[in-house]
């Protein structure tokens, strides 16, 4: 059974950089079929995919347009885990930030969530 | 990228009664739909993919249908478990995209 458990602050000041990590259980980052993936929640924005990391012979990352320019994902394999930076945020980055694994571009396991408030 | 558009908004059921929700693509997403649940603070949870096939372990009163740019989920008769928020997501244009969701509430 895969796990995802997430970890990071829930609180950012604007400007700053958010940080969460992702530990993996029950599956391998270096996965060959399945990507490992950021996506939030806000009432403004719904569902909001942010970007994925996965690997295919050689490590890739794929980012949402809305946050290309601030957003890095980065797998560690000697902790089987993932990570989301987003850096410069603002109010409008405040939401609920899961984790989770896509295989074949389904979502089938989430992390619990995160609430990050962006906040001075 | 395709927009994803769900309805309606919100959809007031009794129990033992039928839920018919839909979702649009803004263009074709074949049949890479998928079906998710979300229970108030909770991640969503798949429960059709392929537009048409149960996620193991769901209750057979789930059913979706359609292709190209007409989705329906089907909740047969509503059980208390089921009254939560419901999205639809395309898996067949990168990037995945989303619809807003249809709320299923009690009558």
């Known amino acids: 059974q895969v796990q995802l458990q997430q970890s990071g602050p829930g609180l950012v000041k604007p400007s700053q950089t958010l940080s969460l990590t992702c530990a993996i259980s029950?599956?391998?980052?270096?996965?060959?079929?399945?990507?490992w993936d950021w996506i939030r929640q806000s009432p403004s924005r719904g569902l909001e995919w942010l970007g994925r990391?996965?690997?295919?012979?050689?490590?890739?990352?794929d980012y949402a347009v809305s946050v290309k320019s601030r957003a890095t994902i980065n797998p560690d394999t000697s902790k089987n885990q993932f990570s989301l930076q987003l850096n410069s945020v603002t109010p409008e980055d405040t939401a609920v930030y899961y984790c989770?694994?896509?295989?074949?571009?389904?979502?089938?396991?989430w992390g619990q969530g995160t609430l990050v408030t962006v906040s001075s | 990228e395709i927009v994803m558009t769900q309805s309606p908004a919100t959809l007031s059921v009794s129990p033992g009664e039928r839920a018919t929700l839909s979702c649009r693509a803004s263009?074709?997403?074949?049949?890479?739909l998928v079906w998710y649940q979300q229970k108030p603070g909770q991640a969503p949870r798949h429960l059709i993919y392929g537009a048409s096939t149960r996620a193991t372990g769901i209750p057979a009163r789930f059913s979706g249908s359609g292709s190209g740019t007409e989705f329906t989920l089907t909740i047969s008769s509503l059980q208390s478990e089921d009254f939560a928020v419901y999205y639809c997501q395309q898996y067949n244009n990168w990037p995945w995209t989303f619809g807003q969701g249809t709320k299923v509430e009690i009558k």
């Open positions: 989770a694994r896509a295989a074949r571009g389904i979502f089938d396991y």
């Open positions: 263009q074709s997403a074949n049949n890479n």
């Open positions: 029950g599956d391998s980052v270096s996965s060959n079929s399945a990507t």
């Open positions: 990391t996965y690997c295919r012979s050689k490590w890739y990352n």
